[in-house]
């Protein structure tokens, strides 16, 4: 099994940046993707970002190219989700995803494991 957490989520500013990590734990040999997705609040699922262990790099939908930075350290596996000039359309439960897959697709059916969510807000 792996396990998934996310960390960093908060209330911030319109214009500021947040920075959101999560961590794999477990059986983390059989993760070769990582990926955020975030949930607004009466609305869908909405694909962010996604990263690949492997040679196949990253993967953005569209509102977060320009805007927001997937990484990873590859000292395990652990991504950061780097997001700047937040506006109120950014508030959202964020969630983090892990799958077998090399590919960094952005569709949820393709990630196994998910955390719990970070709860972002961005509100003056």
């Known amino acids: 099994q792996v396990q998934v957490v996310e960390s960093g989520g908060g209330l911030v500013q319109p214009g500021d940046s947040l920075r959101l990590s999560c961590a794999a734990s477990?059986?983390?040999?059989?993760?070769?993707?990582m990926a955020w997705f975030r949930r607004a609040p009466g609305k869908e699922f909405e694909f962010l970002a996604a990263?690949?262990?492997?040679?196949?790099?990253?993967n953005y939908g569209d509102s977060a190219k320009g805007r927001f930075t997937i990484s990873k350290d590859n000292t395990g596996k652990v991504v950061h989700l780097q997001m700047n000039s937040l506006t109120a359309e950014d508030t959202a439960v964020y969630y983090c995803?892990?799958?077998?897959?090399?590919?960094?697709?952005?569709?949820?059916?393709?990630?196994?494991?998910w955390g719990q969510g970070a709860q972002v807000t961005v509100s003056s």
């Open positions: 995803a892990a799958g077998g897959i090399e590919i960094p697709m952005a569709l949820r059916e393709r990630y196994r494991y």
């Open positions: 477990g059986r983390t040999v059989s993760v070769f993707s």
């Open positions: 990263i690949s262990w492997s040679r196949y790099g990253t």
